[in-house]
């Protein structure tokens, strides 16, 4: 179509020429175009007080925004650091970040876990089995940021916040003998054996997922054995991949009646968390629960 042709044809229909070449240069628009619009939205919602003039007063949080933006640019020094760790915090490498609370006392690892934490050790290279006769005793930490900003829980401090304020967010996917598996953390800590030092996570394994009911979902929905203080290993906690929702649900027992039904439970992910971590998302913290947490 000839150039001056172009304004009879609506737009809607004109982007549509500029997707495939867009695509490849810049990538798919969700992520350049609407996930950036969604999110200056939201953030100028979040601003807004003034309840008798909301509009005049989104429009003067958005001039400060490009002020402060502007101001930024051109002074570079302004710009508070963003790796800035928090209090107690112990980055371990590779984006992984462990988080407090941490135990102000080292304790000794019930038989189950001692017996799950000799295995591990006693498949690493350069580990003698006479390392690993002395009594092991470590020091319990609460929470694993991720690389991808999601923060990893554990049972340790979960089970003991009051109804409303637990995360349920110690339930993980993680790589165990080159398989993905998904389990419960009941608590991280830093060992030192043989000269070497490892940051582990003490987990209960979920069963595999059920092949029946994920076939016939066409992969969707994943429902799986709980097997929590059975199946327990020690895990790098740098082999833990993102956090997962894990919760009972009815449709097992609806087809299944074969005295698990009531041990079944259900996984899902974050939407969209791939895209956020692209951002340099972090989830935030309540800095009063962080504080009575600690001790």
């Known amino acids: 179509m000839p150039p001056d042709r172009i304004?009879?044809?609506?737009?809607?229909?004109?982007?549509?020429?500029?997707?495939?070449?867009?695509?490849?240069?810049?990538?798919?628009?969700?992520i350049f175009s609407q996930w950036v619009i969604e999110c200056t939205i939201g953030n100028l919602g979040e601003e807004v007080k003034n309840h008798s003039s909301p509009y005049a007063n989104l429009e003067q949080r958005g001039i400060h925004r490009c002020q402060v933006n502007a101001l930024k640019a051109l002074i570079p020094d302004l710009e508070t650091p963003e790796n800035t760790l928090p209090r107690g915090a112990m980055d371990i490498g590779d984006g992984f970040i462990l988080l407090r609370a941490r135990d102000c006392t080292a304790w000794v690892l019930t038989e189950k876990v001692h017996g799950a934490w000799k295995e591990f050790w006693s498949r690493q290279d350069g580990v003698l089995q006479t390392d690993l006769t002395s009594q092991c005793k470590v020091v319990w930490w609460a929470k694993l940021r991720l690389p991808?900003?999601?923060?990893?829980?554990?049972?340790?401090?979960?089970?003991?916040?009051?109804?409303?304020?637990?995360?349920?967010?110690?339930?993980?996917?993680?790589?165990?003998?080159?398989?993905?598996?998904?389990?419960e953390v009941h608590f991280y800590f830093a060992d030192h054996i043989a000269g070497q030092t490892r940051h582990l996570a003490i987990v209960s394994?979920?069963?595999?997922?059920?092949?029946?009911?994920?076939?016939?979902?066409?992969?969707?929905?994943?429902?799986?054995?709980?097997?929590r203080d059975i199946d327990v290993h020690v895990i790098e906690a740098k082999s833990i991949h993102s956090v997962v929702?894990?919760?009972?649900?009815?449709?097992?027992?609806?087809?299944?009646?074969?005295?698990?039904?009531?041990?079944?439970?259900?996984?899902?992910?974050?939407?969209?968390?791939?895209?956020?971590?692209?951002?340099?998302?972090?989830?935030?913290?309540?800095?009063?629960?962080?504080?009575?947490?600690?001790?």
């Open 7 to 30: 304004h009879f044809v609506r737009p809607c229909i004109h982007s549509i020429s500029h997707i495939p070449s867009e695509t490849t240069h810049l990538g798919p628009f969700i």
């Open 148 to 183: 991808n900003g999601q923060t990893a829980r554990s049972c340790w401090k979960e089970e003991k916040k009051q109804l409303n304020h637990i995360q349920t967010s110690q339930y993980v996917k993680f790589q165990l003998n080159n398989m993905t598996r998904i389990g």
């Open 205 to 227: 394994l979920f069963g595999l997922p059920h092949s029946s009911l994920l076939t016939a979902s066409k992969q969707t929905y994943i429902t799986m054995e709980n097997f």
């Open 245 to 295: 929702i894990m919760a009972s649900g009815p449709c097992y027992k609806r087809t299944y009646q074969d005295g698990t039904e009531t041990n079944h439970w259900f996984m899902s992910i974050k939407p969209g968390l791939k895209i956020v971590a692209l951002q340099g998302y972090n989830e935030v913290e309540n800095e009063v629960l962080e504080q009575e947490e600690v001790g």
